[in-house]
């Protein structure tokens, strides 16, 4: 079973947790609490677990300092944090530790379980790929490009990964020459709705092929790899090559250009990190690759960008107070416009902000969009809110960037609406089916409230509000659709035709149905069948 340890100064908080988790369904086992950072290291060296769940604020070892100490020991340690404060800055800080996810207090059940079943399946992923790993190793066939290809990988899924001449050797086997070393990392922007997955394939294939082709005659090393509609290289290369593989990566970023619009409406984004002189440091590196591509959003999409813009990120975090406070009424009364209108300050304001950085930008529209989805009716919102972070991913500009955010708001609020409707209207549909199934035996108003559960009173004035006729009336047009089609179709006797459509009174379903028709049964049947 997997191992958690919860962290939290406050005990009844660790008692909650406690008690929401349906440990045996997720196949989890608690393996310890801590009530401050420094038993939750303690707890961690000890026991070695899957899981870590934490406050962000804890007297002693604080949050961050927690997770910085617990991913050095372990990196492969997955980590929820909780916390009591809507904090922008710890938010960002923690994802650049690698925490799995962020929940605010107080805890939602469904939102905890959903949080550790997804780091859980994250985990085990993280072993059966350790054990793969470990058949790599021992097999006399093993592919060293294979290995490579997951050290690149691993370098850009993990900031925090820890490289020794060992580990290289040992998990990659590889062995590092002397020289400069940089993280170069591709993105291709493009319309997630309307680009085939397949074209992002063929994308990243020629991506990772025009990196190849470019730079091998001026790097020692060359290490690349592509997912998710990017592409990752890590080159090794001597000092004197440095303004040579800049040149190249210039020239291959132009081709993919030129070439992008074959492929489908994609542009292209290279972030080039500064040189260091160990391969140790390649994980901060990409890292620091990955923070420059969000300036495309603020300098421009399908250049070479090197240097990164500094913002306080102060601004940024006010700004989306300032939305969480605007939004919360339009957002509650299900206002479309409304909303949207206050995106489109969001978005005045944040363009006015001197030095705002691209990845304060798309922060603020992934947290700005996340204070959607997480009303307690959208069904599905850790996969939606995945799949907008997704899109908001590979999108290059600032303004489709707030487009994406009032499209996603103003389809989730009309859907919310609909729901509600839905919901509001599904007694008259319950009433509408009875009727269909019934039509044939004596129905009373009485008899239809009682087995959808309404009052007579209130479900009487309710259905001609939403239907625009009384009760009767829909039972009455009922029935007499059914007897004319039967009229028109079969030879039965009128007289077996009142009985089948519900009356027990000929004279009185004759007259029914001529005040319906203008025809008697028989003149109906002459003209019709």
């Known amino acids: 079973m997997l191992k958690v340890i919860i962290a939290d100064d406050e005990a009844r908080v660790c008692s909650l947790i406690r008690m929401l988790i349906d440990w045996d369904a997720l196949g989890m086992e608690l393996a310890g609490v801590a009530s401050n950072g420094f038993e939750a290291l303690e707890l961690i060296r000890a026991r070695q677990p899957d899981i870590l769940i934490t406050d962000i604020r804890m007297p002693g070892c604080h949050g961050l300092e927690l997770i910085e100490r617990a991913k050095a020991f372990d990196p492969q340690l997955e980590i929820a944090i909780i916390s009591g404060y809507a904090h922008f800055e710890y938010a960002q800080s923690a994802i650049r530790f690698g925490v799995g996810d962020y929940l605010l207090k107080p805890i939602n059940q469904q939102e905890l379980m959903g949080t550790l079943r997804k780091l859980g399946e994250r985990r085990l992923s993280r072993k059966r790929l350790g054990s ?3 058949q790599l190793r021992i097999s006399s066939r093993e592919d060293k490009r294979q290995l490579h290809e997951r050290l690149m990988q691993d370098i850009m899924e993990n900031p925090s990964l820890t490289l020794t001449d060992d ?14 070393w940089q993280a170069a990392l591709l993105i291709m922007d493009y319309d997630a709705q309307d680009t085939a997955a397949a074209s992002v394939r063929i994308a990243e294939e020629k991506a990772a092929k025009a ?3 470019e730079l091998s005659a001026v790097c ?9 509609g990017s592409c990752g290289a890590l080159l090794g290369f001597a000092p004197a090559q440095e303004g040579e593989v800049r040149k190249r990566l210039r020239l291959c970023l132009n081709q993919l250009n030129v070439k992008g619009g074959l492929i489908g409406s994609m542009e292209f984004t290279m972030a080039l990190s500064g040189p260091v002189r160990a391969v140790q440091e390649a994980p901060a590196a990409c890292a620091q690759a990955q923070t420059l591509l969000y300036e495309r959003l603020t300098q421009g999409a399908g250049r070479l960008i090197e240097r990164e813009a500094y913002g306080s990120g102060v601004a940024s975090g006010t700004l989306l107070r300032r939305y969480r406070q605007a939004v919360g009424e339009p957002a509650e009364r299900l206002n479309p416009s409304a909303v949207a209108e206050i995106v489109e300050q969001l978005r005045t304001d944040a363009a006015g902000l001197p030095g705002l950085r691209g990845e304060e ?8 969009g996340r204070i959607l989805l997480q009303r307690p009716e959208i069904e599905n919102r850790e996969e939606k809110e995945r799949t907008f972070a997704a899109q908001l991913t590979h999108i290059g500009c600032m303004d489709t960037l707030f487009d994406a955010l009032t499209q996603m708001t103003v389809q989730e609020m009309n859907a919310i609406a609909e729901q509600q409707r839905s919901a509001q209207t599904r007694p008259i549909r319950m009433a ?3 009727v269909q199934r019934h039509y044939s035996e004596p129905i009373t108003l009485e008899r239809v409230c009682r087995e959808i559960g309404f009052s007579v009173s209130y479900f009487s004035a309710f259905f001609k509000k939403e239907t625009g006729e009384s009760f009767v009336r829909y039972l009455t047009r009922i029935r007499m659709e059914h007897a004319k089609e039967l009229l028109a179709r079969t030879n039965l006797p009128v007289s077996q035709i009142c009985t089948q459509v519900g009356y027990n009174d000929l004279k009185h379903f004759n007259q029914t149905f001529r005040k319906e028709t203008d025809l008697s049964p028989g003149q109906y049947r002459k003209l019709y069948g």
């Open 167 to 180: 580990i290289l050797w040992d998990r990659y086997r590889f062995r590092a020459q002397e020289g400069l």
């Open 432 to 434: 509408c089916e009875y």
């Open 361 to 368: 930008a798309y922060g603020l529209v992934m947290a700005a």
């Open 132 to 134: 793969e790993m470990e």
């Open 211 to 213: 990196l190849a082709s």
């Open 220 to 228: 020692h090393t060359l290490i690349t790899h592509a997912q998710d």
